[in-house]
């Protein structure tokens, strides 16, 4: 997929997201497994260290797991994260970005979502991706590449 078809999504706050954005702006969406888990505690925490620099470079940014609205609320207000959280429990989101797929822990297979994100600029365009992520450094090797946009 090379761009993103209108959608809304819930978020925390109670707000309808809109993608792309509607007012001109970049969208950071990662994707991530689950909430209040170390690697996407983390992996928050570090886009809402760097969160300043993204909006100086125009950008929006959203996470997004299969969690709850009420889960999401509660861990975006522990890790105090300046920023909303999508809920996706259907899982369209993670079909459409291609993030839901075969996992492997432990010897045990299973469906799960594969930590991504992606950079859509503000006509819905898929300007950079990554899959597979590893959390450190994660955070500013995006902005990085947001800032050479």
Same mark, same amino acid.
């Given at each position: 997929?090379?761009?993103?078809?209108?959608?809304?999504?819930?978020?925390?706050?109670?707000l309808?997201?809109?993608?792309?954005d509607?007012?001109?702006?970049h969208?950071?969406?990662?994707?991530?497994?689950?909430?209040?888990?170390?690697?996407? +505690?983390?992996?928050?925490?570090?886009?809402?260290?760097?969160?300043?620099?993204?909006?100086?470079?125009?950008?929006?940014?959203?996470?997004?797991?299969k969690? +709850?609205?009420?889960?999401?609320?509660?861990?975006?207000a522990?890790?105090?994260?300046?920023?909303?959280?999508?809920?996706?429990?259907?899982g369209?989101?993670?079909?459409?970005?291609?993030?839901?797929?075969?996992?492997k822990?432990?010897?045990?297979?299973?469906?799960?979502?594969?930590?991504s994100t992606?950079?859509?600029?503000?006509?819905?365009?898929?300007?950079?991706?990554?899959?597979?992520?590893k959390v450190?450094?994660?955070?500013?090797e995006?902005?990085?590449?947001?800032?050479?946009?």
């Amino acid at each position: 997929m090379n761009k993103v078809q209108s959608i809304t999504c819930s978020a925390t706050s109670n707000l309808d997201v809109r993608i792309p954005d509607p007012q001109g702006r970049h969208i950071v969406l990662y994707f991530y497994p689950k909430d209040a888990t170390p690697g996407c +505690t983390t992996e928050g925490q570090n886009f809402r260290d760097n969160h300043p620099a993204f909006v100086d470079a125009n950008a929006v940014i959203y996470g997004v797991s299969k969690d +709850t609205l009420a889960k999401h609320e509660k861990f975006k207000a522990k890790q105090e994260f300046p920023f909303e959280l999508i809920s996706d429990e259907q899982g369209e989101l993670c079909e459409l970005f291609g993030v839901w797929q075969l996992k492997k822990f432990m010897g045990r297979e299973y469906m799960g979502i594969v930590r991504s994100t992606f950079i859509i600029d503000p006509e819905g365009k898929i300007v950079k991706s990554w899959d597979k992520v590893k959390v450190k450094g994660h955070a500013n090797e995006v902005l990085e590449a947001l800032v050479s946009l």
